[in-house]
């Protein structure tokens, strides 16, 4: 092998990458995304974001390791793929591989040199990506992101580079060169980056239940071939916090290390496979098998005798004819012989199995508690637009290049081009059989949708939904996609730069979603905005989904006529292209293609119009920001009356997502100090609204939706006024600005409606949060340690409890439901009217409305979607357990009735209201029940548990309050799942909430529970998660009964106001109640007051047989913080079985310890049986980090 000659081929091929647009558009795109991306918008989550906290930088080694793995795997495969599968192809078309070959050119000389221009080629792509990262970071850096900007070390952009980029480039590189040499067909190249790419996207980077084996999750890292999983799992995961990532290195294992040589390996023996074949068949005869010699000899053998008896012929037999055929005729005959042709190639093949395997594993994400869902057919059909979108434009995409470029690879161009059919025909045939090629993928899909929905044995399979979603939502973007390559391949007649604008146009529409610039107007793949319910399919934003989809049909025929117009029949000819390019030739060629512009112009104007005058729109982000502007100052803390009674008559008509409301607030001043006004928020789509005070027309002052009430003379100490209002309006007016869900709306398949918000009835009050967005957003206030000490304003709804009488009309096939009991329900003329009363007073009301069924239990009951009966029963037993058992451990239920609404999918919450819980279909109806967690079950008691924590007892505003609402319904959640469901069960619900705190904790933003307030990242999982375990190992302490006692005392003292309670206030009462006031104080201290969280860790262990029995000895290790007992175990086989049962052949062994931070204690751990593994805290009574990890197999 000449060194010269190999670097000769390197420099030709080097050039001729380098002369193509597609690698310089790469380029382009990946400097622009740099620049972009130099605001932070793609960095670590970690450290904390508030001002002055500190944060991530992006300029770290952990930072820039976590984008490189993304992009380069990402956006670089399909441009590797495109050149260095078809290196060879493209010369078999130039016809020089055999002018190549003649010469004394080597075939290694030749495979080496091509791969060695390939890999020069985007190393250097990778390199001016780097230069364009620390540009942009270090020498122009973004003015505003001086926080998560860190000092300049080449070490953090080479390592993560060397690391994740070179072996990623190298594997594809060397594989799809191998594939395109062997295969000879340019559409196989694309197979193996667009199942890598989408296997990654979807699969290894997103799916890691915490059920899953380590040992399973190891291997899936080290076959990962981005690497970027590796990074997520052992270093991004569990936050280790920000001065670690800031500062540290990345601390690469043996086996990751070994994966990507791994990689690079796999690429170079991919190359030396096809050097060594086309070594073996270049030259010189090549080796065939005995069976297949045989079968051509007797094929050319009965060749040879039909051409021997055929004879001669006349010409008229072939039938030939002068005339054209028709425009139908030749589509026809094209489609025909394309899809002939496309049928034969193994790439389709080769890709239905990538979907049935992309499918599977999309349906096995899981809810809420890490549960999967239960697949209905809308279910499946939506959550697999996003997969089949990229999917299938991507293939059509190649498809559609690469049979428009066949003709002149095969030399066939000239003929064709000379023939009588159309362009437009020969455009529309390939089309046609592009498109069946997509409709084969679509009934793959639909086969794997089939066995998925059947295989539960729940849920009937229906093509409706299939047939809604693909064929009006999906077929669109398949058309407009595929009429845009192949217009953009008729303008350039070339093939490097269609696909080169092809990915570009997926890659910036990715860029604009990530960022969350996005707008219907330009989301033609419908990226991320298709939900379904089987309430009510597309019922949310359905005018912007039919008009995204008219836009996108005529942009097709707008691009099919650009397509036809420019249809390269003959070669290009410079001197008539530039006469084209004057005046008056341009504007007639112009004026010709108006026609087709005309609908998606009208269709994408009035789309833009739709989304600005919506709530997200350029008016409704006005309105709220005058709103907030406007009033902040003057009535952020202004006093407020108490609601003494709620009179509402509320009319709804779910197919016009109208209401009417006339009603009346109770009002009195139970102050001090006169009131002299008072204001009240409405919402922006209350139309007509009419005031009246004390039955009088009244006009109070509108500043912008705070309507600010001032009675004559004042509201003084002691005095009531009755205000009353009436208006209409449409909920939600409007669409989104890129789809998504909505917590509230009034819909046909329902209604969800709160007195949180002014969706229907005025908040008393200024709502802070009303225009605020990311360019006048304030820090929360600070409060002094003792700021609980005295009265405490209520977190939610008013200071004082009221009385409720609501009436709702509405359709007769519907029913309402809001708090109290329902005292009337009669239908007349077509019009059901439901009249609800509190039978006790409440802080709050909502109104759920839907067509339902009714199951009912023990003074419970469960409305739901008559098709969704599949988690009915687990929801009623937790109802009728949480009536039982909370109204035995806290306080008793004070109302007659608990009862649980249904709503469509179109957010994904449940709330509990007065005895009015509300449930997504998403969230617990179609929950798949494990039977290890019952998470039905275990969501249905979380949410009744708000019955005592947040109605009977509503918590104060300020750091700790929200807490003793989430933190305890999650702690009375688990003692429910023990009582009824077996300790076993009990325990693999702390685990899981347990996972979510590791996985979502920010520790440097963490504070001590006794501070927390919500407005920092990582707030939500220490309120609800690390709140139910903490409170759950205080229970241990403390000991049930002096616990429950604590918690009865708690509700008693503060249930009725007017100081509303924080987690100081529960501890003061739950100390009066400890058996050891010393250890209590120290558990506090250590768990309310500091943030602590053990991680445990074994090393040095052996298991040796001592006479009949066995002996563990180990090192146990705690590499996280606090001090705590722990129980260690010794263990023979799984506790639990798969149905959730106990496993009757497990067995352990224990003993106590009481280990610190940073402390290593040895253990031995004697055994009457042979054991298997060693754990920490066998009964899931420790909160830490990483449980799964601290096992060791023996």
Avoid at 321 to 333: C, D
Avoid at 531 to 553: C, H, I
Wanted: net charge neutral; charged share 20%; hydrophobic share 45%.
């Amino acid at each position: 092998m000449s060194p010269q000659r190999l670097l000769a081929v390197a420099r030709l091929d080097l050039g001729q990458h380098l002369r193509r647009p597609m690698l310089w558009i790469l380029v382009l795109v990946l400097v622009v995304m740099s620049w972009g991306m130099s605001s932070g918008d793609m960095r670590i989550s970690s450290g904390d974001t508030s001002v002055g906290g500190e944060e991530a930088w992006i300029t770290s080694q952990f930072a820039n390791a976590y984008i490189l793995s993304i992009w380069v795997f990402t956006f670089y495969t399909f441009f590797i793929a495109i050149l260095a599968g078809m290196a060879v192809i493209r010369d078999d078309e130039l016809k020089v591989g055999e002018v190549l070959h003649a010469t004394p050119l080597s075939p290694g000389e030749y495979v080496w040199g091509k791969l060695v221009a390939v890999v020069a080629a985007f190393s250097g792509v990778l390199a001016v990506h780097l230069l364009a990262m620390i540009f942009f970071n270090h020498v122009v850096p973004n003015s505003k992101a001086a926080e998560i900007r860190g000092p300049f070390l080449l070490a953090n952009y080479l390592v993560p580079a060397l690391a994740f980029g070179v072996p990623a480039i190298l594997f594809v590189a060397g594989v799809c060169f191998a594939i395109g040499e062997r295969s000879r067909r340019p559409l196989l190249v694309f197979v193996l980056p667009l199942a890598a790419v989408v296997f990654s996207l979807f699969f290894f980077w997103n799916w890691s239940p915490s059920w899953l084996d380590p040992r399973l999750n190891r291997l899936i890292m080290l076959v990962d071939p981005a690497g970027f999983r590796w990074l997520q799992e052992i270093w991004l995961k569990v936050d280790r916090g920000v001065g670690f990532y800031n500062t540290g290195r990345i601390g690469f294992d043996l086996p990751f290390l070994a994966s990507r040589l791994g990689f690079c390996l796999i690429g170079l023996a991919a190359v030396a496979w096809s050097h060594a074949r086309l070594a073996a068949t270049l030259r010189g005869a090549v080796r065939v098998r005995p069976s297949r010699r045989k079968r051509e000899q007797e094929t050319r053998a009965a060749s040879e005798v039909r051409l021997a008896d055929a004879g001669p012929a006349p010409l008229a037999a072939l039938h030939m004819t002068t005339t054209p055929p028709g425009f139908l005729r030749g589509a026809l005959e094209v489609a025909r012989t394309d899809f002939r042709e496309l049928v034969s190639s193994p790439g389709l093949y080769l890709f239905a199995p990538i979907i049935l395997l992309q499918a599977f594993g999309n349906f096995v994400n899981t809810g809420a508690l890490e549960a999967p869902l239960l697949i209905t057919p809308g279910l499946a059909a939506a959550r697999l637009v996003n997969t089949l979108s990229l999917l299938v434009c991507l293939l059509l995409a190649f498809y559609t290049v690469e049979s428009l470029w066949r003709d002149r690879a095969s030399g066939l161009g000239s003929m064709i081009g000379s023939s009588p059919v159309r362009s437009g025909a020969i455009l529309l045939g390939r089309t046609l059989a592009n498109s069946l090629v997509g409709a084969v993928i679509l009934l793959v899909a639909l086969a794997a949708c089939l066995i998925i929905v059947v295989a539960q044995g729940k849920v009937t399979f229906s093509l409706f939904p299939f047939l809604i979603v693909w064929g009006a939502l999906l077929l669109p973007t398949f058309l407009v996609y595929t009429a845009f390559v192949a217009a953009v391949f008729s303008l350039t007649r070339s093939r490097y730069a269609t696909y080169a604008v092809a990915l570009t146009a997926f890659i910036v529409t990715g860029y604009f979603q990530f960022r969350n610039k996005m707008s219907w107007v330009g989301n033609w793949d419908l990226w991320g905005v298709v939900r379904w319910s089987d309430m009510g399919p597309l019922e949310l934003d359905r005018s912007a989904l039919v008009l995204s989809r008219v836009m996108a049909l005529g942009l097709a025929a707008l691009f099919v006529a650009i397509a036809v117009r420019f249809f390269p029949r003959t070669e290009q000819d410079p001197a008539l292209v530039l006469t084209r390019l004057q005046p008056r030739p341009l504007g007639r060629g112009l004026l010709r293609l108006l026609p087709f512009a005309l609908v998606p112009l009208v269709s994408g104007s009035a789309l833009y119009v739709l989304v600005d005058r919506g709530p997200q729109g350029g008016g409704g982000e006005k309105q709220g920001k005058d709103y907030w502007r406007q009033n902040l100052a003057t009535f952020k803390d202004a006093p407020l009356p108490d609601l003494e009674a709620v009179e509402l008559d509320l009319g709804l008509e779910p197919l016009r997502s109208s209401f009417a409301v006339t009603g009346s607030y109770r009002l009195a001043n139970r102050g001090e100090q006169t009131l002299a006004r008072f204001p009240l928020t409405t919402g922006p789509h209350f139309k007509e609204v009419a005031w009246t005070l004390d039955g009088r027309a009244y006009e109070p002052e509108n500043r912008t939706g705070l309507y600010v009430v001032a009675p004559p003379g004042g509201l003084l100490p002691g005095q009531a006024v009755t205000l009353g209002f009436s208006y209409h309006g449409r909920f939600p007016d409007g669409v989104s600005k890129n789809g998504g869900g909505s917590e509230e709306f009034i819909l046909p398949c329902g209604a969800v409606l709160t007195s949180f918000t002014p969706s229907f009835v005025p908040v008393l009050g200024f709502l802070e949060e009303i225009g605020v967005d990311e360019d006048n957003r304030y820090e929360p206030k600070v409060y002094a340690d003792d700021f609980w000490i005295g009265r405490t304003e209520p977190l939610f709804g008013g200071s004082s409890s009221f009385t409720t009488r609501v009436t709702v009309t509405l359709p007769e096939a519907y029913r309402a439901n809001s708090v109290g009991v329902l005292v009337r329900d009669e239908t007349r003329d077509g019009l059901r009217t439901v009249e609800w009363r509190s039978d006790q007073p409440v802080r709050f009301f909502n109104v759920v409305a839907g067509r339902w069924d009714v199951r009912r239990g023990d003074g419970t009951a469960v409305f739901y979607h008559p098709s969704h009966t599949y988690n009915i029963d687990e929801m009623l037993q937790a109802l009728d357990g949480a009536r039982r058992f909370y109204s035995e451990w806290f306080f008793p239920y004070p109302w007659q009735e608990l009862k649980l609404s249904e709503f469509a999918d179109y957010a994904r919450y449940a709330q509990g209201f007065p005895t009015n819980i509300t449930f997504s279909e998403g969230i617990g109806f179609l929950t798949k029940d494990d039977p290890r967690t019952n998470t039905a079950f275990a969501i249905a008691a979380h949410e009744s548990a708000h019955q005592w924590w947040g109605n009977i007892l509503t918590p104060g505003k300020g750091p700790g309050g929200n807490i003793v609402a989430e933190g305890l319904s999650h702690f009375s959640a688990a003692l429910l799942v023990e009582q009824l469901r077996g300790p076993l069960r009990s325990m693999e619900f702390r685990k899981r909430i347990e996972e979510s705190y590791a996985n979502t904790r920010r520790p440097d933003a963490e504070r001590p529970m006794v501070k927390v307030d919500g407005s920092k990242e990582g707030d939500r999982t220490v309120t609800y998660d690390k709140g139910g375990w903490v409170f759950w190992m205080l229970t241990d302490l403390m000991g049930r009964e002096r616990a429950l006692a604590g918690l009865q005392e708690f509700v008693s003292t503060y249930k009725d106001g007017p100081d509303f309670p924080v987690l100081q206030d529960l501890i003061a009462v739950m100390r009066r109640h400890a058996a050891d006031p010393a250890a209590f104080d120290a558990f506090v201290d250590q768990w309310f007051y500091t943030v602590v969280v053990p991680e445990f860790r074994f090393t040095e262990v052996e298991k040796v047989a001592v006479g009949d029995a066995w002996e563990v000895r180990a090192t146990i290790r705690n590499d996280g913080t606090g001090t705590v007992p722990l129980e260690v175990a010794a263990a023979r086989g799984d506790r639990m079985k798969k149905d959730g049962s106990e496993n009757p052949d497990y067995r352990d062994a224990r003993v106590g310890i009481t280990i610190g931070p940073g402390q290593e204690l040895p253990v031995t751990i004697r055994c009457d049986f042979e054991p298997d593994r060693l754990l920490p805290d066998p009964d899931a009574r420790v909160l830490q980090l990483e449980r799964a990890r601290s096992l060791r197999r023996l």
